[in-house]
């Protein structure tokens, strides 16, 4: 009698990868909800015990966006993350000051000196 073979895929921890990439200012390239993209994180936080980064959205399926915007990505959703050598400029958008942020911020963008 043999058992049958499961493939289970392990979780992979994006954790380093968006820390790398806010504090080098580098894009990542992510797959999220079955959509390939780059993004530029700005900031890591805690929200119902999970992990979530707000990104700037730097392309979309190859496809430049119609308009700026920053977007939440929960991590643990993150798929085929990698740190790209593609810089990106801490966007006007981004407001450290938001209440959702208060006291569960981990990391965030700092103005290069």
């Given at each position: ?42 900031i890591l ?69």
């Amino acid at each position: 009698m043999s058992v049958p073979e499961t493939v289970s895929e392990a979780p992979v921890n994006n954790t380093p990868f968006v820390l790398e990439g806010i504090v080098r200012l580098r894009c990542l390239q992510v797959t999220y909800n079955r959509t390939r993209m780059i993004v530029g994180p700005h900031i890591l936080y805690t929200r119902n015990e999970s992990l979530y980064a707000d990104a700037l959205i730097v392309s979309r399926e190859g496809m430049l966006p119609r308009e700026p915007k920053i977007a939440t990505f929960k991590v643990d959703g993150l798929r085929e993350v990698s740190v790209l050598d593609r810089a990106f400029e801490i966007s006007p958008l981004f407001d450290a000051e938001l209440e959702k942020y208060a006291g569960v911020t981990l990391m965030m963008v700092e103005p290069q000196a």
